[in-house]
């Protein structure tokens, strides 16, 4: 298994890289290429993405992009590839700050995660990441949304919102409130 490799980046294309290192050129997935740059030096992270037919490598910019990967593979129904599409919409702290403040709006905005898999992300996820002591319920985020509904603002909106609000631990009511002002902003 690879873990990392020590190298430059040689080139870069849409989805992919290749790190030179010693004489040797790997092409690896990657889930941003801005997080890298055309002759950048450095330690870049690996995994090895094998099925029946292909065998690719992943690579990340730093160790918490890779845990962050890690984390996503093991949740239930979301693979490797999934997860380095979902990982290229966010960064590690933003991931995990939706998943400990139970922010499925957040979570559903990412590339290739739905409803379902945002739901089970934070089932999943929520209580093996160390985040303290949490309060709150996986559907938190999901009440308010259908609470702003009612108050008659637009879909679109209420999900813009949602998914820029982290509030770990906090009450609907909290949540609601911080909602009710962003979107009051939005429409000033």
Same mark, same amino acid.
């Given at each position: ?37 055309l ?19 992943? $690579?990340?910019? !730093? ?8 984390? %996503?593979? #093991?949740?239930? *129904? /979301? =693979? ?13 702290? $933003?991931?995990? !700050? ?8 957040? %979570?559903? #905005?990412?590339? *290739? /995660? =739905? ?31 259908? *609470? ?6 637009k ?17 609907n ?16």
């Amino acid at each position: 298994m690879l873990s990392y490799i020590k190298g430059r980046i040689a080139e870069i294309s849409e989805g992919r890289i290749v790190i030179e290192c010693g004489g040797l050129g790997f092409e690896a997935l990657v889930s941003d290429t801005q997080a890298f740059g055309l002759g950048q030096e450095g330690v870049f992270y690996c995994y090895e993405i094998v099925s029946e037919d292909s065998h690719d490598l992943a $690579a990340f910019p !730093d160790r918490e992009y890779r845990d962050a990967f890690y984390s %996503l593979i #093991k949740v239930k *129904g /979301i =693979g490797p590839r999934t997860a380095l599409g979902a990982l290229g919409g966010t960064t590690p702290k $933003a991931l995990y !700050d939706a998943i400990k403040s139970n922010n499925t709006s957040y %979570l559903k #905005k990412l590339p *290739g /995660i =739905g409803a379902k898999a945002a739901s089970q992300i934070i089932l999943d996820l929520k209580g093996s990441l160390t985040f303290g002591a949490e309060k709150g319920n996986p559907h938190q985020y999901e009440e308010v949304r259908e *609470g702003l509904k009612v108050l008659k603002f637009k879909v679109k909106d209420i999900d813009e919102v949602l998914a820029s609000i982290s509030m770990p631990g906090a009450s609907n009511e909290d949540i609601l409130r911080e909602a009710l002002k962003l979107l009051r902003r939005k429409k000033a």
